[in-house]
């Protein structure tokens, strides 16, 4: 039987954009619940072709006061004001390039190379995407050290604990509406160790695993912030709508082609992964003080820089608590 060939599988026609989207909707990352969609913001981002900024409307609550008592008298009503602001989000566009000989073990006998195929991609952009989450969370953690003295961060000199989580979620005073939790390894360890009933798996009814912690949707990294100097590790917990989720129109999503000279001229196929797409957290302005990039699209490192964003929310409407806590 011949060997399968990228480009037996990555056929122009068999892949668009919305083949990659459909699988991608249905990963757990997505299921959580962090992500939100707004239809104008899903329009704009449609419309670009290129990277470009953005501004996401965001409407800021008035503090609760009393109602006024109606009575008989000329006097005025008292007027709450609630106001809008707008938060600069970038639409970025990527690309991901893989040669034969890093992709096609993963195509050979006994295994459909279309599936093969769909879930390499998906599982791809969806750890671009979780990579991206975590490089903002860490760039908004720093700011709101710097510059919101820590009201959306609990630092403790201990092993992380159930405790701890209950003590970050009430940073968030009444807006408690959290659904998922994401830390390194050696935190969910710790956290198991010391709660093993506190984990949950479940299974949805279109076949999806989702493993939960005390209500909240885990996901885990080995790319959550680590601290040499404290020993400490960064735990996010996330509010529903976390961050907003917009794809953008990739003309070719995937392209397939062979270079005959590679190899000394044994020839090696290469395939190319294309997407665009916004992913930006809510409540925050991504100001971009510091992008050398000339598309004006962050690096996962500017992403985590402090002076890159600005929190135009109040510390109750935060997206977001992290715990900076040990593993041992």
Not at 45 to 64: F, R, W
Request: cysteine-free.
């Amino acid at each position: 039987m011949a060997k399968t060939k990228l480009s037996d599988v990555f056929v122009r026609e068999l892949w668009t954009q919305e083949t990659i989207l459909e699988s991608f909707e249905n990963t757990d990352i997505v299921q959580s619940g962090v992500f939100t969609s707004n239809s104008l913001v899903a329009k704009k981002v449609n419309d670009e072709d290129s990277a470009t900024k953005i501004q996401i409307p965001v409407v800021l609550e008035a503090l609760y006061s009393e109602p006024d008592i109606m009575d008989d008298s000329d006097d005025n009503a008292t007027i709450s004001k609630i106001s809008k602001a707008a938060a600069n989000a970038i639409v970025g566009f990527y690309s991901k390039t893989f040669g034969e000989k890093s992709i096609v073990a993963q195509l050979g006998s006994g295994i459909d190379p279309l599936d093969a195929a769909d879930t390499l991609i998906t599982k791809f952009w969806k750890k671009d995407v979780l990579n991206r989450m975590l490089a903002q969370l860490a760039g908004a953690v720093a700011h709101n050290k710097a510059n919101n003295n820590s009201d959306s961060v609990l630092s403790v000199d201990t092993v992380i604990s159930y405790d701890n989580v209950i003590d970050a979620i009430a940073l968030a005073g009444e807006n408690d509406d959290f659904a998922a939790i994401l830390m390194h390894p050696k935190i969910k360890a710790a956290l198991k160790k010391a709660d093993a009933t506190g984990f949950v798996t479940h299974v949805s009814e279109t076949g999806l695993t989702l493993e939960t912690y005390n209500g909240l949707a885990v996901f885990v990294s080995n790319k959550v912030p680590f601290d040499t100097d404290t020993g400490k590790y960064t735990t996010y917990i996330l509010r529903k709508g976390a961050f907003i989720f917009e794809t953008a129109n990739v003309e070719l999503p995937v392209e397939a082609f062979r270079n005959p000279l590679s190899g000394k001229g044994a020839g090696e196929e290469t395939v190319v992964f294309r997407n665009g797409y916004l992913l930006h957290l809510n409540g925050y302005d991504f100001v971009g003080k510091n992008v050398t990039n000339s598309t004006g699209i962050p690096t996962l490192a500017e992403l985590a820089d402090a002076s890159n964003w600005n929190r135009i929310v109040t510390a109750e409407g935060t997206p977001f608590v992290a715990i900076e806590a040990k593993a041992s």
